[in-house]
């Protein structure tokens, strides 16, 4: 696991979430940002408000960063996430691999994707 600190908006976006504070989620992404979950678009503060409403805080989901990597302005956090969701046919942990970008003090672009794993 890299050493040096998240960038402060994507440390921000993991407490938030973890706790199922929404307003601290939302407050994290830019005006214009873009959310990609279960290959679907979420553009914008108010979209995005939206999703985590009922995906992240209404489902309790919660992450364990387990993984990091940082490059400039792009961040790779691999956690394993739990919640009140439907874990039937998932793998236990279940690994997700969230990639952000970050401009200035905000969260431009998160995709979050269930990465296959190679044998």
Do not use: C
């Not at 921000?12 to 940002?33: P, Q, R, T, W």
């Not at 999703?51 to 364990?64: C, L, N, P, Q, S």
């Not at 874990?87 to 200035?104: H, I």
């Not at 431009?108 to 044998?119: D, G, M, R, W």
Request: hydrophobic share 45%; charged share 25%.
């Amino acid at each position: 696991m890299t050493t040096r600190a998240l960038p402060s908006p994507v440390s921000a976006y993991v407490e938030a979430m973890n706790s199922f504070n929404l307003d601290g989620l939302a407050a994290v992404f830019d005006d214009e940002a873009l959310v990609n979950d279960h290959r679907d678009e979420f553009v914008g503060k108010e979209q995005i408000r939206a999703w985590a409403a009922r995906e992240i805080i209404g489902d309790h989901v919660t992450m364990k960063v387990i993984d990091q990597r940082l490059l400039g302005n792009h961040v790779a956090l691999k956690a394993e996430i739990d919640g009140d969701f439907d874990k039937k046919g998932l793998p236990s942990p279940f690994v997700l691999a969230l990639y952000f970008s970050v401009s200035g003090a905000k969260i431009s672009a998160l995709v979050i994707v269930n990465n296959k794993i190679a044998n």
